[in-house]
């Protein structure tokens, strides 16, 4: 098992910054990629952001140039640093990790505002 805990959500108007962070705690040596994940309000859950353990990225053509993935592997955390936030960023924002199968944290709600 993995847990993880996200962290870093909160309000921030539109065009500023966030960054959020999620630890990885347990059974963590299986894991092979960490993600970030957003659901906004009565939408389904969005692909933001991959990140390997060989540190190659990907990002959701949505947030491409404004948000970066990065990791701390010796703290088992992945981040995500968020630029230039807009209405439509309004979310709960999601870490995901894979192994043998897919965990997932709690959520950190952001929300933007104008």
């Known amino acids: 098992q993995v847990q993880l805990v996200e962290s870093g959500g909160g309000l921030v108007q539109a065009g500023g910054s966030l960054t959020l962070s999620c630890v990885a705690s347990g059974d963590i040596s299986g894991i092979n990629a960490m993600n970030w994940f957003r659901q906004p309000p009565g939408r389904q859950r969005e692909f933001l952001a991959t990140?390997?353990?060989?540190?190659?990225?990907s990002y959701a053509d949505s947030v491409k140039g404004r948000f970066t993935i990065s990791r701390d592997s010796a703290q088992n955390t992945v981040y995500l640093q968020m630029h230039s936030l807009g209405l439509e960023d309004t979310a709960v924002y999601y870490c995901?990790?894979?192994?043998?199968?897919?965990?997932w944290g709690q959520g950190t709600q952001v929300t933007v505002s104008s």
């Open positions: 995901r990790v894979m192994t043998w199968r897919a965990f």
């Open positions: 990140i390997t353990n060989d540190g190659d990225t």
